[in-house]
């Protein structure tokens, strides 16, 4: 069984979230101020992610800014380390990673802000990439993705959203009709999985929110403190403003 893990792990590229395809985005869900959905989202990072992939910028007792207490933080998210001040990292060896895959399955901390791009904001490839998983028996994993064709990483989240088809269809090339082009139409349920397609695109999303949060911790801190000082100027400018006419008054 072992051996079996270690070979499908071994298929796990370096780079799991890589550029390569024209597929639209969908827009990601904005839900870094819903405390429950980033709970909920790093719940999931934990359980599903947190196995390969690391966020060493990332600390656990950061997630107290989502609303979660220290009790809670090392009861249910807490599983390489016993320390709330540790990072996240992974209790896989780099040596290791790089003996089995070819390369350390990359960090995932700056994730969010990394792939974005001018398709669109980093967490609209997440969202995307997370949902567009497809069966298909030509790729060495058995899957393939819509965002990134020919991923190399297994679909991990496949027992909640279940195994999909992707179905394609030859159509003529809109610049030279004499020539077709294959393409994608849609997707096929073949196996359910444990969510329902809302069910599943909600808990994507609230994944998708947890890694722009973790990106950027101190995003909602830095907007409220943005909005303090441009307040502190617009009093100033009042105070400036008058203080300039009381010193020109007696100038003419």
């Keep these: 069984m072992m051996k079996k893990l270690l070979a499908l792990l071994a298929l ?4 799991v979230f890589s550029a390569g395809s024209n597929y639209p985005l969908d827009k990601a869900p904005d ?12 719940k999931l990072f934990s359980n599903y992610c947190l196995n390969c992939h690391a966020a060493e910028s990332m600390r656990y007792n950061r997630l107290r800014d989502i609303g ?22 992974i209790a896989m ?3 290791d990673a790089k003996k089995w895959f070819g390369a350390a399955p990359p960090d995932l901390s700056l994730i969010a802000r990394s792939r974005a791009s001018s398709n ?17 028996p030509s790729k060495p994993t058995g899957w393939n993705n819509m965002a990134f064709p020919n991923v190399g990483m297994p679909h991990v989240l496949w027992e909640l959203q279940g195994e999909r088809i992707a179905k394609f269809e030859d ?18 349920q073949t196996k359910p ?6 069910e599943y695109d909600q808990a994507m999303a609230d994944l998708t929110s947890f890694l722009v949060f973790m990106a950027e911790p101190v995003r909602e801190d830095r907007f409220k403190l943005g909005v303090i000082v441009l307040m502190f100027f617009g009093v100033f400018t009042v105070f400036a403003w008058r203080l300039n006419a009381a010193y020109w008054k007696d100038i003419k």
């Design 68 to 89: 979660l207490s220290e009790e809670q933080i090392k009861e249910n998210l807490m599983f390489a380390t016993d320390s709330v001040g540790d990072t996240m990292n």
């Design 93 to 95: 060896d780099p040596k």
């Design 120 to 136: 669109g904001p980093g967490a609209d490839y997440i969202y995307t990439y997370l949902r567009t998983y497809y069966r298909d």
């Design 193 to 198: 999985g444990t969510m329902t397609t809302v």
């Design 31 to 42: 839900l870094t101020n819903d405390l429950a959905a980033l709970q909920r989202g790093a």
């Design 12 to 15: 796990v590229p370096s780079l």
């Design 171 to 188: 159509k003529p090339d809109a610049h030279d009709p004499a020539k077709t082009v294959h393409t994608f139409v849609g997707f096929e």
